[in-house]
């Protein structure tokens, strides 16, 4: 199980706490205790410090999310925070409305982004919130268009890009949808959500847009330049990343685990030719091919 902060002080605990709530992240006291290897007391210590700052939340059977009925009347701390973590990811933040007559402005989701219809949203969050399913139109990367029904989970931003996370009903699934693909969206208020306390801890926990829990895992070995060390020993290439062997030079081997080639091969492009990438073999003739192509279609430019 992946360990959010190793053995983390109490204030970088209750931050990523906070980080996690905002991210409408449904958090079980258990689940934390084993992340931040702290007993459940202790997490159930950081939960009230976090309510009693004036941050809304709602627990059921030792499962926690943010209350965004009540936001309108969080203090202006608790907002300044979430216009940091948004500030952070590269977004920005604007009011949906206003709030209870308090002069404070509602946030329940505030996210302004190009790439988000924020009507649907809106309709999410409240699906979420309400533990029912919703239905949409959706179409894929190949413009087949279906019907989808689905149990929503979090919506998710990569790469300047919003998904919606949700189990499909006919592949009894987790996956991911793009925002910017789906219409004709309607809540199904009374029909309840079937998704278990496992499947939204692990999409929780997914580490990208790519990566399945149905997919079985690789390892994949990359060698690094002195130069691209220093930065990736800063800002990882993936939540998985290990530093495997540094050597004297400077230069180092990294370790990824990985169920999808797209969680790293872009990444590794954008750093060429600062990363080689060793094992596995496969991966490496899909970026040599990719390579291959790009260079044909260079040569045949005219410039």
Same mark, same amino acid.
């Given at each position: ?12 605990? *209750? ?7 905002? &991210? ?41 999310? *943010? ?21 952070? &990811? ?91 693909? *789906? ?19 692990? &999409? ?19 060698? &690094? ?51 080689? *990438? ?26």
């Amino acid at each position: 199980m992946k360990k959010y902060v190793k053995r983390a002080q109490p204030v970088e605990r *209750i931050i990523d706490i906070l980080r996690r709530l905002y &991210a409408f992240e449904r958090l079980h006291v258990n689940v934390m205790s084993e992340q931040y290897r702290v007993n459940s007391r202790t997490i159930r210590r950081d939960l009230k410090k976090i309510a009693d700052a004036g941050i809304p939340l709602l627990s059921k059977r030792g499962e926690y999310r *943010i209350d965004t009925s009540q936001l309108s009347r969080m203090s202006r701390l608790p907002s300044a925070l979430l216009h940091a973590f948004a500030s952070n &990811a590269g977004l920005s933040i604007e009011c949906l409305g206003s709030g209870s007559g308090e002069g404070i402005p509602l946030i329940s989701f505030a996210i302004a982004y190009s790439g988000i219809d924020r009507q649907i949203a809106e309709s999410i969050i409240e699906s979420i919130e309400k533990g029912c399913k919703c239905r949409f139109v959706y179409t894929n990367n190949r413009s087949i268009t279906t019907t989808k029904t689905v149990s929503p989970v979090k919506l998710y931003t990569a790469k300047g890009k919003w998904y919606l996370l949700a189990k499909e009903d006919t592949t009894a699934q987790v996956r991911s949808f793009d925002f910017l693909k *789906i219409r004709d969206f309607t809540l199904l208020a009374n029909t309840p959500q079937d998704l278990t306390p496992e499947e939204i801890e692990k &999409a929780n926990r997914r580490a990208s847009i790519w990566s399945s829990d149905y997919a079985e895992p690789f390892t994949v070995r990359i060698y &690094a330049s002195a130069y691209a060390t220093r930065y990736l020993k800063e800002v990882p290439l993936h939540p998985s990343q290990q530093l495997d062997m540094p050597h004297s030079d400077g230069t180092a081997e990294f370790v990824y685990t990985i169920t999808h080639p797209m969680e790293l091969l872009p990444e590794v492009k954008n750093w060429l030719p600062h990363l080689h *990438i060793i094992e596995p073999q496969p991966l490496r003739d899909e970026l040599r091919r990719d390579l291959e192509v790009f260079l044909r279609e260079m040569d045949k430019m005219d410039i």
